[in-house]
């Protein structure tokens, strides 16, 4: 089980809690400590059978200024989400080859 997490974040904070009372305590990946290779990410949206731009964070003030109205193709997503990883959706619970968006918090619970 692996869990990206960016600690400033209540979602992300409230899922990982929710997670700890069920007695799992994942493997953390602080993403933007240690964001994640083009390969990983690419693993990532497989396992959340998402495009990649569903994996994009458009209310922060980088796509705003720098993405937004931009139609890309999946690999331009992918590379701006590697060179900017504070553009990824947060957090992501990662388990049995499966992965889910914890927005809502709760939704980190269908992976058990």
């Known amino acids: 089980m692996e869990f990206y997490h960016n600690p400033r974040c209540g979602k992300s904070r ?3 809690a929710l997670l700890r009372e069920k007695g799992i305590e994942p493997n953390i990946r602080e993403y933007l400590k240690v964001p994640p290779s083009k390969e990983e990410l690419l693993q990532v949206i497989q396992k959340l059978g998402v495009a990649p731009l569903v994996l994009i964070r458009q209310g922060e003030t980088l796509f705003k200024e720098n993405y937004k109205g931009k139609n890309l193709s999946d690999d331009q997503w992918v590379n701006a989400m590697i060179e900017h990883p504070i553009l990824i959706e947060r ?9 889910v968006i914890g927005r809502p918090p709760e939704k980190v619970l269908e992976l058990l």
């Open 14 to 16: 409230t899922s990982l």
């Open 91 to 99: 957090p992501i619970f990662i388990h049995n080859k499966k992965a």
